[in-house]
T-cell receptor, first 114, second 114 residues
Framework: AQSVTQPDIHITVSEGASLELRCNYS??????LFWYVQSPGQGLQLLLK????DTLVQGIKGFEAEFKRSQSSFNLRKPSVHWSDAAEYFC????WGTGNQFYFGTGTSLTVIP | NAGVTQTPKFQVLKTGQSMTLQCAQD?????MYWYRQDPGMGLRLIYY???????DKGEVPNGYNVSRLNKREFSLRLESAAPSQTSVYFC?????????????FGQGTRLTVV
């Protein structure tokens, strides 16, 4: 069965520090992987996506993620965090063969301290 | 380009009342989805529609019904609201196989059942 695990419920980083948010997935075929960001009271905005090809993908707002098939991981990174990055982050896997569904992790809440 | 539009944005219901959440997308997407978001639970799929004329249950369908009115519109109905249905509801659409495979989200409906 498809599933997504985000092991970190909450992360606090200092502004300017680097960030890595972890995501592990379980999926039988080649996964379509996504990272979304949600600001308070808002909908979800796509940060980046991976379908195939280069395993290091670049996204908006200076984020990047690396697909590692051997570890079933798709971790999100940013070299230098800004206060405006404080939000909830969701990892998701797309499963087209089972009725076009998306499976989301439970999210990681990011706090940025000055 | 409005994307995915949900109405209403906020709603308070009394236990036992019924209501319909409306969702419309203007991106010509085949697939549409209804999720609920609860603290610590991430996004859980209620129902989805892979294409016009089809609907399928997701992870948490009990207490809900849906209608795919046409390609643009996908409504979610609560026949007899319960306090356990207090949540934030998101509608999303996607177009797997049409070039855009990520899910596009509406701004959400915050529902409180008292």
């Amino acid at each position: 069965a498809q599933s997504v695990t985000q092991p970190d419920i909450h992360i606090t980083v200092s502004e300017g520090a680097s960030l890595e948010l972890r995501c592990n997935y379980s999926y039988g075929a080649t996964p379509y992987l996504f990272w979304y960001v949600q600001s308070p009271g808002q909908g979800l905005q796509l940060l980046l996506k991976y379908f195939s090809g280069d395993t290091l993908v670049q996204g908006i707002k200076g984020f990047e993620a690396e697909f590692k098939r051997s570890q079933s991981s798709f971790n999100l990174r940013k070299p230098s965090v800004h206060w405006s990055d404080a939000a909830e982050y969701f990892c998701a896997v797309g499963a087209w063969g089972t009725g076009n569904q998306f499976y989301f992790g439970t999210g990681t809440s990011l706090t940025v301290i000055p | 380009n409005a994307g995915v539009t949900q109405t209403p944005k906020f709603q308070v219901l009394k236990t036992g009342q019924s209501m319909t959440l409306q969702c419309a997308q203007d991106m010509n997407h085949n697939s549409m989805y209804w999720y609920r978001q609860d603290p610590g639970m991430g996004l859980r799929l209620i129902y989805y529609s892979a294409s016009e004329g089809t609907t399928d249950k997701g992870e948490v369908p009990n207490g809900y019904n849906v209608s795919r009115l046409n390609k643009r519109e996908f409504s979610l109905r609560l026949e007899s609201a319960a306090p356990s249905q207090t949540s934030v509801y998101f509608c999303a659409s996607s177009a797997p196989g049409q070039g855009n495979t990520e899910a596009f989200f509406g701004q959400g409906t915050r529902l409180t059942v008292v």
